[in-house]
T-cell receptor, first 112, second 114 residues
Framework: AQSVSQHNHHVILSEAASLELGCNYS??????LFWYVQYPGQHLQLLLK??????LVKGIKGFEAEFIKSKFSFNLRKPSVQWSDTAEYFC??????????FGAGTRLFVKA | DVKVTQSSRYLVKRTGEKVFLECVQD?????MFWYRQDPGLGLRLIYF???????EKGDIPEGYSVSREKKERFSLILESASTNQTSMYLC?????????????FGDGTRLSIL
């Protein structure tokens, strides 16, 4: 069965610090990978996605993620976080079929 | 831009009541989903629908049912609400695709069962 593991439940950073949020999945076939973000009081929205091609994908607001197939990982990065990046981040995996499996989420708090 | 609208942001009901949560999307998407979101558990799929009148169980369907009579509307029904169904409920939609299209989410309904 598919599963998604996010390494940290809570992360606290100061502004300008670099960010890396870990995500590992288990699925044997071809996958489509997503990072979603939920800002306080807002709905989930897509940050970036990978489905084929260059394993380094760039998303909105300066975020990027790297798909490493051999490690079943899709880690999210940002070189310099801002206070406005305070949010909850969800990694998600979709293999065959309709279902998308979400990780438990990582709450990021950025200190101004 | 895709708009997914959930009928209520906050809802308070009593145990044993039948509860209806409504969701409407305006982009003619074939697929619609209901999740519940709980701290530390992420999003868990309750039911999804890939066409009108079609429905499939997700990972936690017990105590819930759904209805999809029209393409744009997907309803979640709590047959007899219980306190362990207190949660944030999220509706999402997506087009039929090869798997690389993201889901679009509503703002959520925070449901409290007293």
């Amino acid at each position: 069965a598919q599963s998604v593991s996010q390494h940290n439940h809570h992360v606290i950073l100061s502004e300008a610090a670099s960010l890396e949020l870990g995500c590992n999945y288990s699925y044997g076939g071809t996958v489509n990978l997503f990072w979603y973000v939920q800002y306080p009081g807002q709905h989930l929205q897509l940050l970036l996605k990978y489905f084929s091609g260059d394993p380094l994908v760039k998303g909105i607001k300066g975020f990027e993620a790297e798909f490493i197939k051999s490690k079943f990982s899709f880690n999210l990065r940002k070189p310099s976080v801002q206070w406005s990046d305070t949010a909850e981040y969800f990694c998600a995996v979709r293999g065959g079929g309709f279902k998308t499996i979400f990780g438990a989420g990582t709450r990021l708090f950025v200190k101004a | 831009d895709v708009k997914v609208t959930q009928s209520s942001r906050y809802l308070v009901k009593r145990t044993g009541e039948k509860v209806f949560l409504e969701c409407v999307q305006d982009m003619d998407h074939e697929n619609m989903f209901w999740y519940r979101q709980d701290p530390g558990l992420g999003l868990r799929l309750i039911y999804f629908s890939y066409d009108v009148k079609m429905k499939e169980k997700g990972d936690i369907p017990e105590g819930y049912s759904v209805s999809r009579e029209k393409k744009e509307r997907f309803s979640l029904i709590l047959e007899s609400a219980s306190t362990n169904q207190t949660s944030m409920y999220l509706c999402a939609s997506s087009p039929t695709d090869r798997g690389n299209q993201p889901q679009h989410f509503g703002d959520g309904t925070r449901l409290s069962i007293l």
